[in-house]
Every structure is written in C-alpha cells, then in structure tokens.
C-alpha cells in the first residue's frame, strides 16, 4: 500500500491547534510544541492549578480577531498577520492530512462500536482500522503493533472515556510509538470527552477532530491534539512526541531538524 500519510506540514509543530473554535484551559499544561488558535472570534485562555505552573514555555500564535485570557508567564503570545497565513495553512494541511486518512481502506475488519477492554493485534507496516463509537468506563482499547508500524484509527463516532483506575484509555503495545498513531474522527459535536481523575485516561496518539470539540477534564494525550474547539480541566496534559514525515520530504529539507528550524523562523516573523 505504501506510505499513506501526507504530511502534517505546518499543522506539525503544535501540541494544540485549534481551528474554528476557543480554547478554554484550566489547571492543564501543553509540553513539546506551540499553541495555535487559527479563526478570529474566539479566546485562548489557560489558567489556575498546579498543572498550569508545569506548562513549559512555548509560543501561543492567536489569530489578531482573536482574545487572550488569562496565560501562564512562560507562554509568549503572538499575533500579527504572518501569523493568522500561518495558521491557515496550518489549519489546510491538517485538513488535508483528515481527509486523505478518511479514504483509506481499512486492513482489518471493522471494530464497530467497542464499549468494554478490547486488544487489537496489528502488523508491522501501515495499520489502518474502521471504528464506529468508543465509549469505555474503567477499560482501555488496546493497539498492538510492532516498533515502527503506523496506526490510522477513523472513528465514525465518538470517544467517550470514563473512570479513575489507571491504564485505561486508548493505549499501545508492542513497540509502536504514539508518534505514528492517529485517531482521525470524522463526525461533528462533542467527539472527545473524558473524565476521571489523575488522568488515568490516556489516549496515545495525535487527535485529529477537524469538525468537533475535545474535551479532557482530565487526561493524558501523548501526542497533538488537532480540534475545532478544546476545553479542558482538573490538570490535564497534552505531551507530543515529534511526528516523523514521509521520507521523501526529509530528503528534500535535509531532515526533521530543519523542518522545525523552517517552522519556527516562519512562525516568528
């Protein structure tokens, strides 16, 4: 099948972008990448809690239609028109990067709605897998695959995650990394909620929720978080590793530390 996935671009280097919507924050923090609230209109506001005084700096780039709330110290804000065509294209090519994940076929049988503990056994390669709703109280889906594989998850549904026992969520086995799971939700509404406290919903993988809201009151994302709308609460994190790109686009920018060298200078002017 070869290497499905087109590029993040510059959707890449966010642990939070926010395309149509506010980002409402409380007691959470966003570690390893920047802050983007792409629309004008909306608010971005992250405050109180010993959660909030863990956040590491970064940058946050606000559409200039946009408002600021309350920001910890070391979140540098910026606002400017180069800004608001950065986030746009940001906001493009992760739309782009939904949909192409969206055509896929699935090389499994479909999950379709899974309410209770579930493991899933996939191969090295391209996984890519159909699901209807996920709705999980104290229990966790497992994705199995070896190091190096990639999981595409579309979701037709939602996500629903509940309870505070540790381990649950939507977790990984066998090797792979969160960096090369994705979990494409493709309906509109609430499609990410989770309770429970000590985040002990962890979900491993980047989110990309291009028509809904996410809402983490708490959890654990390790990987970016791409939504129309974010809320969260009660200390939640959102960690990302770096997420690799096709190689042919290494070769041609001389790999992945100039491609965050490119981003981070375009996003500063």
Known sequence: MGD????????????????NGSINSSNSAF???????????????QSGGGQSNLQQPTDALVNTGST???????????????????????????????NTLAALTPTVPA???????????????????SVGNINLNQAALTLSAPAGATIIVNVSGTITLAGGSQGNGLRLAGGVTPNNVFFNILSSGSNVTTSGGGNAQDIQGT????QGSVGLH???????????????????????????EPSTWVMMLGGLGLLRCLQRVRRVL
């Open 4 to 19: 499905p996935l087109v590029p993040l671009g510059d959707a890449s280097g966010f642990s939070l972008l926010v395309t």
């Open 31 to 45: 570690q390893n990448g920047d802050i983007g609230l792409a629309a004008a209109g909306f608010t971005y506001a």
């Open 68 to 98: 600021v709330g309350n920001i910890p110290p070391v979140v540098t804000v910026i606002q400017n028109s180069s800004t608001n065509a950065f986030l746009a294209q940001a906001v493009t090519d992760a739309t782009n990067e939904s």
């Open 111 to 129: 999950l379709g709605n899974v309410n209770g503990a579930e493991t899933v056994t996939l191969s090295s390669g391209v996984n890519v897998v």
């Open 207 to 210: 989110i990309l929720d291009l």
């Open 218 to 244: 708490p959890a654990e994302v390790d990987g970016q978080i791409i939504a129309k709308d974010f809320s969260s609460s009660s200390g939640a994190l959102v960690s990302p590793m770096p997420i690799p």
